[in-house]
């Protein structure tokens, strides 16, 4: 067997074993990656504040400092916290679906020249709709992206291997 072949294989395998992880576990698999991005601000905000303290005074170095405690006391959260980092991106998603709903509809109704502006109304009104509920539930928001992701993961690695397969047999 071909060394690249049997590992085109395993790296199908585990994405699509990744995929059914963060479908049937959502929440674990966003607390984990809440949990790397927690560790990356951590590193960042340590790396930004030791620049900031070797340099020469002044504005910039207050400037760089306080970007550099704002990402360690981020990373620490996230680490601490995954579920106040989770809640936390879940409303920034509700605000953004709000704010795209809004802006949506807004625009549908100033397009009087567009003949289809209907559709365009309808998608700010489901837009708007997803929004409001996911402020009274902002957990539902990072839940669904990771499921759409699983989703992602399965068919990339279904795909995969089966090109690996079909591959191989040549």
């Known amino acids: 067997m071909d060394t690249e072949k049997i590992l085109a294989i395993i790296l199908s395998i585990v994405v699509l074993l990744f995929g059914i992880v963060a479908i049937t576990a959502p929440s674990a698999v966003f607390d984990f990656l809440v949990l790397i991005v927690g560790v990356i601000f951590l590193i960042f905000g340590i790396l930004t504040a030791g620049v900031a303290l070797s340099a020469e005074g002044g504005t910039p170095k207050m400037i760089l400092l306080g970007s550099g405690l704002v990402s360690i006391l981020i990373g ?95």
């Open 76 to 170: 620490l959260l996230a680490i601490i916290s995954p579920y106040v980092a989770t809640i936390a991106i879940g409303y920034l998603i509700a605000l953004w679906l709000t704010l795209n709903g809004l802006l949506t509809i807004a625009y549908a109704i100033s397009i009087t020249w567009e003949k289809h502006r209907i559709l365009t109304g309808i998608a700010g009104v489901i837009s708007l709709l997803i929004g409001i509920y996911l402020f009274t539930n902002p957990g539902a928001g990072t839940a669904l992206i990771i499921m759409i992701l699983g989703i992602f993961f399965i068919i990339s690695g279904m795909l995969s291997l089966i090109m690996t397969i079909m591959y191989w047999k040549k």
